[in-house]
């Protein structure tokens, strides 16, 4: 059971401050809503976290360690970013067969997330260079599960699913906490997690304006 710590992050690129002392915690076992405009510093927050960018000031733990130290980082965080980048020649599975095989995984392991992701039943062998936005949210999903990851960091993973897709995505997000995983979803619009998050983070030009259970704001009106 391990938690995500984002320690008072500061982040310039050029003239932008993109994060201006971001703070908070994110705990195992419920769905950690991370919501604000865009331009909030969410992603950026995520990537600093994973080390794809180094912050100017701060510090960024899971499980109480930097990512780089983590041994194992895969199998510890799973992470959706970008919908995956993919070769439009070979498959999503193809693509997920070689993330598998970086990790000392293999084809069982693939078909498994590839059901989890909705990705079942033949539609992941088709040539990604037909595949909707949604589609390859889904692939990326998969890809971030892979590892069985006791944390999970998805950034805007609605973008392109349909009604029903949200609200299996929804659902999926919901289990996957319900089994002790730290998991933190980012969205612009509230109303796509407001039914599956038990916290709310909110961020505003770089900073958390509120950090709030869920519970705790339904009581208060
Ligand atoms: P969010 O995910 O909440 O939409 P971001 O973290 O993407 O916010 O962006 C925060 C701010 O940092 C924005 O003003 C954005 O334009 C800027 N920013 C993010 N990444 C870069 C970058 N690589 N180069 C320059 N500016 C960036
Ligand atoms: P449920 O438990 O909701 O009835 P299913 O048995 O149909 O669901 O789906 C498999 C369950 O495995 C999901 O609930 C899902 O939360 C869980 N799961 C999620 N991620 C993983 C993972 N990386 N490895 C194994 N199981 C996972």
């Known amino acids: 059971r391990a938690t995500i710590e984002v320690i008072g992050l500061r982040k ?22 991370f919501v ?29 360690r930097p990512y780089r130290t983590l041994r194992h980082p895969l199998r510890h965080v799973g992470a959706l970013l970008d919908a995956a980048a993919l070769q ?27 059901d989890l992701a909705g990705l079942g039943g033949g539609v ?9 936005l949604g589609m390859r949210q889904r692939l990326g ?12 960091m998805l950034d805007e993973p609605f973008n392109g699913l349909d009604p029903e897709g949200i609200g299996w995505l929804r659902e999926l997000l919901a289990g996957l906490a319900a089994e002790g995983r730290a998991v933190l979803v980012s969205s612009h619009l509230l ?21 709030t259970s869920v519970a705790a704001l339904l009581a208060a009106g």
Not at 38 to 63: F, Y
Not at 88 to 114: C, E, I, K, N, Y
Not at 141 to 152: E, R, S
């Open 191 to 211: 109303s796509e997690l407001q039914h599956v998050a038990g916290h709310l983070v909110v961020a505003e030009r770089g900073r958390v304006v509120a950090d």
């Open 141 to 152: 999903l998969a890809a971030a599960l892979l590892g069985d990851p006791a944390v999970l």
């Open 12 to 33: 310039r690129f050029g003239p932008t401050l993109a994060l201006d002392g971001m703070s908070f915690t994110v705990e195992p076992g419920r769905v950690t809503a």
């Open 88 to 114: 439009p020649g070979r498959t999503g599975r193809d693509h997920l067969l070689w993330l598998a095989h970086s990790q000392g995984l293999g084809a069982a392991r693939v078909d498994q997330v590839l």
């Open 124 to 132: 992941a062998r088709r040539r990604a260079g037909g595949y909707s």
């Open 36 to 64: 604000g405009p865009n331009g909030a510093g969410k992603s950026t927050t995520m990537r600093v976290v994973l080390g794809l960018d180094a912050a100017d000031e701060g510090r960024a733990l899971v499980g109480g």
